[in-house]
């Protein structure tokens, strides 16, 4: 903590001695050269060990992605970690980094590792080829976006018909059909809840209220609460469906068409009129690293659109990378295609999540 | 300053004439400043004086949180009921396999070791197939009461019934082993003079067993203090703890301070529970004052009422404890749909889950990791920690008392907070290890697995020091023995079988941990708990959850090969010591062939 102040404060001297008087440049501080982002250098990768966290290294990615380095010259030793832990490591190790890169974490959480300085900014190769609006949208760009994913609410449609389902989260503690037939979350520490709750607090936001929500934001979290069926632990929501506890939930677009297999059950998703909200995996640079050069160079090979397509046809998911597209699967395509993306302020997200992930846990969850 | 007399205590003055006294005083003084109090001071102040000025928003939002306050008070609830019911199931199985002269007692101790090597969610699992409203035993029920509730095993009932089924593990070991300390004679005599069966037990066996009951009565409470996956699976609505609320906040950077608060009302309950205890404890003799004392012999319990009745009671107890094993082993076979909807049919049993596992690139190579990391962090802690606690057991002045406090620091928080202070204390040159940086090194995740052990080592090593006479040391010093060879030679090979058992225990306990590995860990060297973690977590597909299934069979075998070896030799070499040597009647279980696997620590 100290260190860092006195890192801040040596910044502000030296900036405020240079008669440099540019406000917006916003809190990267500590880097000599601040205002120019990093780029790969040419030439073929050296082959130094270069260690990346992420959370996505499940149902074997990890190893699909270390085989295909090495194939192209990379040697990388993947470390796993969940989305809170990766994020809190990342920040936790920024005086002395162990990872070079970092992937996998959505906006929410490169956000948090911006603002506590562990990322540097830098350009990938492939930044013409991804939609700026879906990686970091600050002034100097320290993440760069991979995958998209929907965080939807999924439903038992053998039981409901579309007429019947829902339209939005609302309806499921407003109307009574659906009070009881829907799992509730029993703790906000996953990525995935956190995008549920960012989507239906962010719609009421009101500088007045508490945390920037309505006392009308607040009811509806106290009625997701009240009327739904607690989850329960190491039971997925999917076998829960199966057997009939309950009807509906959250759920990642890309788990499920491999659970409704497993569980022999038939799935559609909600599309409310506000949108749906996106988890965007990003890629990063870690501050601080000595093998800055072999990590950008590995960065602009894994989001290149052969990377990306391949990654997309092996793990069904959507690239945000453009060139990509064409080689992901059309059935995940055409959905992405159909989908509207809920307009979310990831900054205000980001700002108010910690507080707000508190106040629920404290006051609504029961 | 000299406090504590008699044979058993000394003043600090006379403490510090010993050379070997003042080396070990030198590093543990060390050792405790550089990985106890500093870090964790470190963690705390950050937390709590963010701006370097105090807050006390954490404590304003936690009791004006109903939640937090009624998970908290069922949290203290759990771990008072606790450490009630596990002393009376604890102290039963183990009289049952020691004590008393009951048919199959061998394969009764078998069924009760099976808490040695499983816990935590798989356990809560098991006991659900089982009781749970699609269970066996619910399904049995509702063909005899049509209108009974389904859902009958939750709450506080369900969470208290599996909790202290599950946790018996430290009677089992130690309860067991002081008992073989009992002097036989004292008993017959007992007999002789018209005593029965209860007022033998109550006056004289169980007053003997009473250090190793404070002891265990302590990890009881902190393990119901602790109580994380039973809740969740077995709670419902109704009864849901604070540890899951801990681990939520401590993850959050901005709730940490939270976390960190509710961690240390619960350090401070334990710390107290220990001071009571203490108390207790103070003052008693708890070792055979006889001159020639004999090895106990199983009594034959007189009254056949009684007797029938224990036998009964003995053998569902058994059940109670082997079925779920038995469906955790089965349900291991068959596909991760069928676990959750717990619906088995015989055909879908494959292999499958195990060649997925086992054929990991990985392989091995974390099994091995993980192997060594608990195999070095249990026998350092333990061979560290054997002269420690006897010099705490031995010498008691303010001295000693405030390094035993301070060795308890590690069971005031959470493990992720332990590291996290690990890695702000020496993410840079510090003088305090030599001018070194210990984060991305291989010895900072050792460091950590060493402290977290240190509070289970040193209860447990000290309670079996209390139980040894001090007639045989004073005896040895007066012939002119050294303190190391009295040491070596006298003591060491007394507590040597709880030492094993202390030793396999955290052995154990460590194989799988992921809450420190998960901070600490070397980018090249990942333990086991990591890839369990990546190949069991929810979000991982319909295979997460027979894997968590596989890995927990798998690490069922190498704990039960573990105390196979450790018990084996340690149960064999002592007692032979013991005859020729030191007169005791410490042969521990020698038919323990099953292995231990416990976990003391906050989370089980």
Same mark, same amino acid.
């Given at each position: 903590?100290?260190?860092?102040?006195?890192?801040?404060?040596?910044?502000?001297?030296?900036?405020?001695?240079?008669?440099?008087?540019?406000?917006?440049?916003?809190?990267?501080?500590?880097?000599?050269?601040?205002?120019?982002?990093?780029?790969?250098?040419?030439?073929?990768?050296?082959?130094?060990?270069?260690?990346?966290?992420?959370?996505? +290294?499940?149902?074997?990615?990890?190893?699909?992605?270390?085989?295909?380095?090495?194939?192209?010259?990379?040697?990388?030793?993947?470390?796993?970690?969940?989305?809170?832990?990766?994020?809190?490591?990342?920040?936790?190790?920024?005086?002395?980094?162990?990872?070079?890169?970092?992937?996998?974490?959505?906006?929410?959480?490169?956000?948090?590792?911006?603002?506590?300085?562990?990322?540097?900014?830098?350009?990938?190769?492939?930044?013409?080829?991804?939609?700026?609006?879906?990686?970091?949208?600050?002034?100097?760009?320290?993440?760069?976006?991979?995958?998209?994913?929907?965080?939807?609410?999924?439903?038992?449609?053998?039981?409901?018909?579309?007429?019947?389902?829902?339209?939005?989260?609302?309806?499921?503690?407003?109307?009574?059909?659906?009070?009881?037939?829907?799992?509730?979350?029993?703790?906000?520490?996953?990525?995935?809840?956190?995008?549920?709750?960012?989507?239906?607090?962010?719609?009421?936001?009101?500088?007045?209220?508490?945390?920037?929500?309505?006392?009308?934001?607040?009811?509806?979290?106290?009625?997701?609460?009240?009327?739904?069926?607690?989850?329960?632990?190491?039971?997925?929501?999917?076998?829960?469906?199966?057997?009939?506890?309950?009807?509906?939930?959250?759920?990642?677009?890309?788990?499920?068409?491999?659970?409704?297999?497993?569980?022999?059950?038939?799935?559609?998703?909600?599309?409310?009129?506000?949108?749906?909200?996106?988890?965007?995996?990003?890629?990063?640079?870690?501050?601080?690293?000595?093998?800055?050069?072999?990590?950008?160079?590995?960065?602009?090979?894994?989001?290149?659109?052969?990377?990306?397509?391949?990654?997309?046809?092996?793990?069904?998911?959507?690239?945000?990378?453009?060139?990509?597209?064409?080689?992901?699967?059309?059935?995940?395509?055409?959905?992405? +295609?159909?989908?509207?993306?809920?307009?979310?302020?990831?900054?205000?997200?980001?700002?108010?999540?910690?507080?707000?992930?508190?106040?629920?846990?404290?006051?609504?969850?029961? | 300053?000299?406090?504590?007399?008699? %044979?058993?205590?000394?003043?600090?003055? !006379?403490?510090?004439?010993?050379?070997?006294?003042?080396?070990?005083?030198?590093?543990?003084?060390?050792?405790?400043?550089?990985?106890?109090?500093?870090?964790?001071?470190?963690?705390?102040? @950050?937390?709590?004086?963010? #701006?370097?000025?105090? !807050?006390?928003? $954490?404590?304003?939002?936690?009791?004006?949180?109903?939640?937090?306050?009624?998970?908290?008070?069922?949290?203290?609830?759990?771990?008072?009921?606790?450490?009630?019911?596990?002393?009376?199931?604890?102290?039963?199985?183990?009289?049952?396999?020691?004590?008393?002269?009951?048919?199959?007692?061998?394969?009764?101790?078998?069924?009760?070791?099976?808490?040695?090597?499983?816990?935590?969610?798989?356990?809560?699992?098991?006991?659900?197939?089982?009781?749970?409203?699609?269970?066996?035993?619910?399904?049995?029920?509702? !063909?005899?009461?049509?209108?009974?509730?389904?859902?009958?095993?939750?709450?506080?009932?369900?969470?208290?019934?599996?909790?202290?089924?599950?946790?018996?593990?430290?009677?089992?070991?130690?309860? $067991?082993? $002081?008992?073989?300390?009992?002097?036989?004679?004292?008993?017959?005599?007992?007999?002789?003079?018209?005593?029965?069966?209860?007022?033998?037990?109550?006056?004289?066996?169980?007053?003997?067993?009473?250090?190793?009951?404070?002891?265990?009565?302590?990890?009881?409470?902190?393990?119901?203090?602790?109580?994380?996956?039973?809740?969740?699976? =077995?709670?419902?609505?109704?009864?849901?703890?604070?540890?899951?609320?801990?681990?939520?906040? %401590?993850?959050?950077?901005?709730?940490?301070?939270?976390?960190?608060?509710?961690?240390?009302?619960?350090? &401070?309950?334990?710390?107290?529970?220990?001071?009571?205890?203490?108390?207790?404890?103070?003052?008693?003799?708890?070792?055979?004052?006889?001159?020639?004392? %004999?090895?106990?012999?199983?009594?034959?319990?007189?009254?056949?009422?009684?007797?029938?009745?224990?036998?009964?009671?003995?053998?569902?107890?058994?059940?109670?404890?082997?079925?779920?094993?038995?469906?955790?082993?089965?349900?291991?076979?068959?596909?991760?749909?069928?676990? @959750?909807?717990?619906?088995?049919?015989?055909?879908?049993?494959?292999?499958?889950?195990?060649?997925?596992? =086992?054929?990991?690139? %990985?392989?091995?190579?974390?099994?091995?990791?993980?192997?060594?990391?608990?195999?070095?962090?249990?026998?350092?802690? &333990?061979?560290?920690?054997?002269?420690?606690?006897?010099?705490?057991?031995?010498?008691?002045?303010?001295?000693?008392?405030?390094?035993?406090?301070?060795?308890?620091?590690?069971?005031?928080?959470?493990?992720?907070?332990?590291?996290?202070?690990?890695?702000?204390?020496?993410?840079?040159?510090?003088?305090?290890?030599?001018?070194?940086?210990?984060?991305?090194?291989?010895?900072?995740?050792?460091?950590?697995?060493?402290?977290?052990?240190?509070?289970?080592?040193?209860?447990?090593?000290?309670?079996?020091?209390?139980?040894?006479?001090?007639?045989?040391?004073?005896?040895?010093?007066?012939?002119?023995?050294?303190?190391?060879?009295?040491?070596?030679?006298?003591?060491?090979?007394?507590?040597?079988?709880?030492?094993?058992?202390?030793?396999?225990? #955290?052995?154990?306990?460590?194989?799988?941990?992921?809450?420190?590995?998960?901070?600490?860990?070397?980018?090249?060297?990942?333990?086991?708990?990591?890839?369990?973690?990546?190949?069991?977590?929810?979000?991982?597909?319909?295979?997460?959850?027979?894997?968590?299934?596989?890995?927990?069979?798998?690490?069922?075998?190498?704990? *039960?090969?573990?105390?196979?070896?450790?018990?084996?030799?340690? *149960?064999?070499?002592?007692?032979?010591?013991?005859?020729?040597?030191?007169? /005791?009647? @410490? /042969?521990?279980?020698?038919?323990?062939?099953?292995?231990?696997?416990?976990?003391?620590?906050? &989370?089980?």
């Amino acid at each position: 903590m100290r260190r860092l102040k006195t890192l801040v404060a040596g910044a502000v001297a030296v900036a405020l001695l240079s008669g440099c008087g540019a406000g917006a440049a916003g809190p990267t501080p500590s880097e000599p050269a601040a205002g120019t982002a990093a780029t790969a250098p040419s030439g073929p990768p050296s082959g130094e060990t270069l260690i990346v966290y992420t959370n996505s +290294n499940g149902e074997g990615r990890g190893e699909w992605l270390t085989q295909k380095a090495a194939e192209a010259g990379f040697k990388i030793e993947i470390v796993g970690a969940g989305g809170a832990d990766a994020t809190n490591k990342l920040i936790a190790e920024k005086n002395n980094p162990i990872a070079d890169v970092a992937f996998g974490l959505n906006n929410m959480y490169f956000e948090q590792v911006k603002a506590a300085g562990a990322i540097e900014p830098f350009t990938p190769s492939w930044s013409g080829e991804v939609d700026a609006a879906k990686g970091d949208k600050g002034a100097t760009k320290a993440y760069w976006p991979l995958v998209q994913q929907a965080i939807l609410l999924g439903y038992n449609s053998d039981k409901f018909s579309k007429d019947q389902a829902p339209k939005d989260w609302t309806d499921l503690w407003t109307q009574d059909r659906f009070k009881s037939r829907y799992e509730r979350v029993t703790g906000l520490g996953t990525a995935t809840a956190q995008l549920v709750f960012a989507s239906i607090l962010t719609r009421y936001k009101d500088d007045a209220g508490d945390l920037g929500i309505s006392d009308e934001g607040w009811k509806q979290i106290e009625g997701y609460f009240k009327n739904g069926t607690p989850a329960v632990a190491k039971t997925d929501l999917f076998a829960r469906i199966a057997s009939g506890d309950t009807d509906m939930g959250q759920m990642p677009s890309s788990i499920i068409a491999e659970r409704e297999k497993s569980f022999k059950v038939n799935v559609e998703s909600v599309m409310p009129s506000v949108g749906v909200p996106l988890a965007i995996e990003q890629v990063a640079l870690v501050k601080g690293t000595d093998k800055k050069d072999e990590a950008l160079k590995f960065i602009d090979w894994f989001g290149s659109a052969d990377i990306q397509g391949a990654w997309a046809q092996q793990f069904n998911s959507m690239p945000v990378n453009k060139a990509a597209v064409a080689k992901a699967k059309p059935e995940v395509v055409d959905f992405f +295609n159909t989908l509207k993306q809920q307009d979310i302020d990831w900054s205000f997200v980001q700002a108010n999540m910690g507080s707000w992930v508190e106040k629920i846990e404290l006051e609504y969850m029961s | 300053m000299s406090s504590g007399g008699g %044979s058993n205590g000394a003043g600090t003055r !006379s403490m510090l004439r010993s050379p070997a006294v003042l080396i070990i005083g030198i590093v543990l003084t060390w050792f405790i400043a550089a990985f106890l109090v500093w870090p964790n001071a470190n963690v705390l102040i @950050q937390t709590f004086f963010p #701006n370097g000025s105090f !807050s006390g928003r $954490a404590a304003e939002k936690l009791f004006s949180s109903q939640r937090a306050m009624k998970s908290l008070g069922n949290s203290f609830l759990l771990a008072v009921a606790l450490s009630i019911t596990v002393n009376v199931v604890g102290i039963f199985i183990v009289l049952v396999t020691q004590y008393f002269k009951i048919r199959g007692s061998r394969i009764l101790f078998l069924g009760y070791a099976t808490t040695f090597i499983y816990g935590g969610i798989v356990l809560a699992a098991g006991y659900k197939f089982i009781y749970g409203d699609k269970g066996i035993v619910t399904g049995f029920l509702l !063909s005899l009461f049509p209108g009974m509730d389904p859902g009958w095993f939750s709450g506080f009932f369900a969470v208290l019934a599996v909790m202290t089924f599950a946790t018996t593990t430290n009677h089992m070991l130690f309860v $067991a082993n $002081a008992l073989k300390g009992v002097d036989y004679q004292t008993i017959e005599a007992a007999r002789n003079m018209g005593a029965s069966t209860w007022t033998v037990l109550r006056r004289i066996v169980l007053p003997m067993l009473k250090p190793t009951l404070f002891a265990v009565t302590v990890l009881s409470f902190l393990t119901g203090l602790g109580a994380l996956s039973a809740p969740q699976v =077995l709670g419902g609505r109704e009864f849901q703890t604070i540890t899951p609320m801990i681990l939520t906040f %401590s993850n959050s950077p901005t709730s940490r301070d939270l976390a960190a608060l509710l961690a240390v009302i619960l350090g &401070v309950a334990t710390i107290l529970m220990l001071a009571v205890m203490t108390r207790l404890e103070k003052g008693g003799t708890y070792f055979s004052v006889s001159k020639v004392s %004999s090895g106990l012999q199983k009594q034959q319990i007189r009254n056949p009422v009684a007797n029938a009745a224990v036998h009964v009671v003995a053998y569902l107890l058994f059940a109670v404890y082997t079925l779920p094993v038995v469906l955790i082993v089965v349900f291991s076979f068959a596909d991760g749909a069928a676990i @959750q909807t717990g619906q088995l049919s015989p055909g879908s049993l494959t292999l499958d889950n195990y060649v997925r596992v =086992l054929t990991q690139p %990985s392989g091995l190579r974390p099994f091995v990791i993980s192997i060594v990391y608990s195999a070095l962090a249990a026998v350092i802690a &333990v061979g560290g920690l054997l002269f420690v606690a006897r010099l705490l057991q031995k010498y008691r002045n303010w001295v000693t008392t405030a390094f035993e406090y301070l060795l308890h620091i590690p069971w005031i928080l959470p493990s992720a907070l332990l590291a996290l202070g690990l890695i702000l204390s020496y993410d840079h040159p510090s003088p305090l290890v030599g001018g070194a940086v210990l984060t991305g090194t291989t010895v900072i995740l050792l460091i950590a697995f060493v402290t977290v052990k240190i509070p289970f080592t040193l209860r447990m090593l000290k309670a079996s020091f209390a139980s040894v006479n001090s007639s045989l040391e004073e005896a040895a010093t007066i012939m002119g023995a050294k303190t190391l060879y009295v040491f070596r030679r006298i003591l060491l090979p007394i507590v040597l079988p709880a030492a094993a058992a202390i030793t396999a225990l #955290n052995f154990n306990s460590m194989l799988d941990d992921y809450d420190t590995a998960i901070f600490l860990a070397h980018p090249l060297f990942q333990p086991l708990g990591l890839v369990i973690k990546a190949n069991t977590d929810g979000a991982e597909g319909v295979d997460g959850v027979s894997n968590t299934f596989v890995y927990t069979v798998l690490l069922m075998v190498i704990t *039960g090969v573990t105390m196979y070896l450790v018990y084996g030799r340690a *149960g064999k070499k002592p007692a032979r010591r013991a005859k020729t040597g030191a007169g /005791g009647k @410490q /042969g521990l279980t020698p038919v323990l062939a099953e292995a231990a696997r416990t976990d003391p620590a906050l &989370v089980p």
